[in-house]
């Protein structure tokens, strides 16, 4: 099975940093599209960072300038680099890949890490 597992949330000062590391794992043939997504209390899912094959990267109005995704296609993994965080920025964060797998047939699929918590309080 094509499994995605998120590390390095945690709680953090305003104005702090943290690193968030995703790695996919499984029978992957490709991995088009990779990237993060967070959702808070009372608010729906946004994109944070994405990240595509080509290396072309995109992110989100409320964290340009503030975050660095950033893609490691060796190990399938993707990160995200997050400085300068604000109590806005607390959230579960998602990670989220377009993956092309092999079992008996390709198939390209959507997946989803279960989430990793970043808390940013004083």
């Known amino acids: 099975q094509i499994q995605l597992r998120e590390s390095g949330g945690g709680s953090v000062k305003p104005g702090g940093s943290l690193r968030l590391s995703c790695v996919a794992s499984g029978s992957i043939f490709s991995i088009n599209a990779m990237g993060w997504y967070r959702q808070a209390p009372g608010n729906p899912r946004e994109m944070v960072a994405h990240?595509?094959?080509?290396?072309?990267?995109r992110y989100g109005d409320s964290v340009k300038g503030r975050f660095t995704v950033s893609r490691d296609n060796a190990n399938n993994a993707v990160y995200l680099e997050m400085s300068d965080l604000k109590p806005e920025d607390t959230a579960v964060y998602y990670c989220?890949?377009?993956?092309?797998?092999?079992?008996?047939?390709?198939?390209?699929?959507?997946?989803w890490g279960q989430g990793t918590q970043v808390t940013v309080s004083s």
């Open positions: 989220n890949a377009e993956i092309t797998g092999y079992s008996g047939r390709y198939q390209s699929d959507d997946y």
């Open positions: 990240v595509l094959s080509s290396g072309f990267t």
